[in-house]
């Protein structure tokens, strides 16, 4: 599977890894907005996603995780490998929430040995930084830094992570 590019001048969507692909294409469309609807009944997208398991009541516990953190930790800013561990714990939870299958099946083991490789992967590809040192308010407000720009993206995915930061 290749990746794709979209001329927004003719509006159509091609293969980029294929360059004798001129006639092959999709047309595509521009959005109105960039605020989609997100379907209700879907686990990773309903507003079921077990937040009050963390301690948040609703609206009012706002901020739950960054609250619990300085009770914990003081005003020190969590490490690199200590934000990919939450990452890690909180898709184990919604796997065996949102998954069906029995606890402590192989099925279910599986897939959370899977999908910790994964966020394993994402880690991995920051190799020029200490991960255990604290993050600094200088790392955090720096729009360009990579660090940020991966945060970003991660929360950008289609996936728990945007719900759950948001609950939280």
């Known amino acids: 599977m290749g990746k794709l590019t979209v ?6 969507l091609f293969v980029t890894m294929d360059k004798h692909n001129a006639s092959h294409y999709k047309l ?3 959005g109105s907005d960039h605020i989609r609807i997100r379907p209700d009944g879907n686990g990773r997208f309903s507003a079921a996603i077990p937040t009050e398991r963390d301690g948040a009541q609703g609206w009012a516990g706002e901020n739950f995780l960054g609250n619990e953190w300085k009770k914990r930790n003081g005003d020190r800013n969590p490490s690199l490998n200590e934000t990919f561990a939450g990452i890690i714990m909180e898709a184990k939870n919604q796997l065996k929430a949102d998954s069906g299958c029995p606890e402590g099946s192989q099925l279910l083991q599986e897939a959370m040995d899977n999908i910790c490789a994964t966020w394993q992967s994402i880690s991995d590809l920051i190799t020029d930084l200490d991960k255990d040192a604290p993050l600094t308010t200088k790392i955090l407000f720096d729009p360009s830094h990579p660090v940020t720009q991966l945060m970003l ?4 995915l289609e996936c728990y992570l945007y719900k759950t930061l948001n609950h939280s």
């Open 7 to 12: 001329d927004l001048k003719h509006m159509k």
């Open 28 to 30: 595509v469309m521009q």
């Open 153 to 156: 993206r991660l929360y950008t």
